[in-house]
């Protein structure tokens, strides 16, 4: 990005990265309201970015920030000129999982207060072996983030608490509410990933036809960590994002 022309302006979302965890065991992944995000989201661009940006004011976001990104758009429709969302976390589930059960499996956690909890399957170490994974095809960049942490074991972030996933089902409800993307006016490219099994590609697809202004693009074979895939899923990508953003 630096190299063609743009300043980057980046954060780690709350509990996540290298700014403050939520809890004592720093790798649990919880948030209790999406609102912190948005909030969060709303300092950084109006202290930070704002005062020293300059036109286009381009959002560049993936997953979970993609979904974030079309909710502070909702909310500030003036901010961004565009906007570039990889996988956004449209839903969470996909045809093998059944959203109401995982509600009602969610509300009784969260009642008898396991809000902190690990939900089923999730775990301090969600390390993942490179055959088989969701992430990226490719193997080098598979590594990177290994070798971040190793560099430095403050980013290592383990698997969701109930809490996240309580706080995430409430905010996609909104986000899918009738209506709610219809007021989302700013100009976006989403970029699927066309093996994505992190995020729902159907709500990607129903989502971008709902948006005024959305053009959609998929790349087949690609997993849900677009930027860490192969030069060539990545090549497809950069030629997308040049002819949206007019980039040299």
């Avoid at 990104?69 to 999982?97: E, N, W």
């Avoid at 969701?160 to 100009?187: C, H, M, V």
């Amino acid at each position: 990005l630096n190299h063609k022309g743009f300043n980057v302006y980046s954060f780690d979302w709350r509990g996540q990265g290298l700014s403050s965890r939520m809890l004592a065991n720093r790798h649990k992944g919880f948030i209790d309201d999406y609102n912190v995000y948005l909030n969060d989201l709303d300092l950084f661009v109006t202290k930070i970015v704002k005062p020293e940006s300059i036109h286009p004011l381009i959002i560049i976001a993936h997953s979970m920030g993609g979904h974030i990104a079309l909710r502070f758009m909702h909310d500030h429709p003036d901010v961004a000129d565009m906007a570039v969302l990889t996988s956004p976390m449209i839903d969470i589930f996909g045809a093998t999982l059944s959203r109401g059960f995982v509600k009602f499996i969610t509300r009784i956690a969260m009642k008898i207060g396991f809000s902190h909890s690990y939900t089923i399957g999730s775990r301090d170490d969600m390390d993942e072996r490179f055959k088989g994974n969701d992430l990226t095809s490719d193997p080098v960049r598979f590594e990177d983030a290994k070798k971040a942490i190793k560099i430095n074991p403050n980013l290592a972030l383990g698997g969701a608490t109930y809490g996240w996933l309580s706080a995430t089902l409430k905010s996609t409800d909104i986000l899918t509410q009738p209506g709610f993307a219809a007021k989302i006016r700013t100009p976006i490219l989403m970029v699927i990933a066309g093996n994505d099994k992190i995020v729902s590609i159907k709500a990607q697809k129903k989502i971008c036809t709902m948006l005024p202004n959305c053009k959609l693009k998929e790349i087949s074979g690609a997993r849900h960590e677009i930027f860490k895939e192969t030069d060539a899923v990545r090549s497809i990508f950069w030629r997308e994002f040049n002819r949206f953003t007019h980039a040299e």
